[in-house]
C-alpha cells in the first residue's frame, strides 16, 4: 500500500505531462490550419533542421548501411546465398533501419537544438514577453519546427535509403561473387513500393513525436541555464524512446492492416 501511495506522484506527474503535450499537439494542429502562413519562419527552421542535418544522415546511412551488409553477407555465405545480400539489404533500410535511424540520429540533434533554443527563451522570460504583446508562442515558436521536422524527415529518411543501397554496393563490392551492379538491383527488385512507403509512413509519426516533445520540454524549462541543461538531455533521451517504442506499435498497426 505505501509503495501505491509513494509512487503517486510520479504517475500524476507522468499522465499530466501526457496530458500538456497533448493539448500543445492540439494547439499546434489547430494554428497550422489557421492564415496567414508564415512561410518565412517555416523556411528558415527546415534549413535549420534540414541542411545542417545533411552530414549526419550521409554518415549513418553509410557506415550503418556498410555494417549489415558486411554481417548479412557473412550470415548468407553459410547457407551459399551471399549473392543475395543485397535483397536483405534492401527491405531492411526502406522498412526499419533508414527510418528509425534517421529518426534517432536526426531526432537527437534536432531535439536538442529545440529544446536548448525553446529552453534559454524560455528562462530569460522571452516566451513570456510573446504572450505580454498578444502573440501566440505555439504559432510563434512551435508550429514552424513541428511542421519543418515532419517535412525534413521523410526526405531525409528517403535519401537515407538511396545512399544506404549505394553504400551497401560498395561494400559489397569488394567481397568475391558479389558485384555492386547485381547488388543494386536484388535491393531494388526485392524492396517493393509498400515496404518504402510503409518505413516512410512511419517518418511523419516519428517527427511529429520529437518535435512536439521538444518544443514542450523547452517551453516548460525553468532554473535558467542548468535548468535548460537539464532539459536538453531529457529531450534526448524521451525523443529517442519514443521513436523505438512508436515504432514497434506502428510495425504492428501497418502490418494489421496488411502493409507489412
Known sequence: MWAAVASQPR???????????????????RQALRRPFDVGALTQQIESIGVRSTSVVVLTAVFSSMVIT???????SRFGAKEWAGNAVGVTLARELAPVMTALMVGGRVGAGI???LGSMAVTEQVDAIRA??????????????LATMIVLPLMSSAAVV???????AIASVEPDVSARFFVQAAIRSTTLTDFFSGLAKTFFFAFNIAIVACHVGITTRGGTVGVGRSTTRTVVITSVVTLVSDFFLTKLFLGFGWG
Open 70 to 76: 558486411i554481417q548479412f553477407a557473412v550470415q548468407l
Open 11 to 29: 504517475v500524476l506527474v507522468f499522465v499530466e505531462t501526457l496530458g500538456d503535450i497533448g493539448l500543445l499537439a492540439a494547439r499546434t494542429l
Open 115 to 117: 529544446a536548448a533554443e
Open 163 to 169: 545512399i544506404g543501397v549505394l553504400a551497401g554496393a
Open 133 to 146: 504583446l498578444g502573440a501566440d508562442p505555439v504559432r510563434k515558436l512551435v508550429m514552424p519546427r513541428v
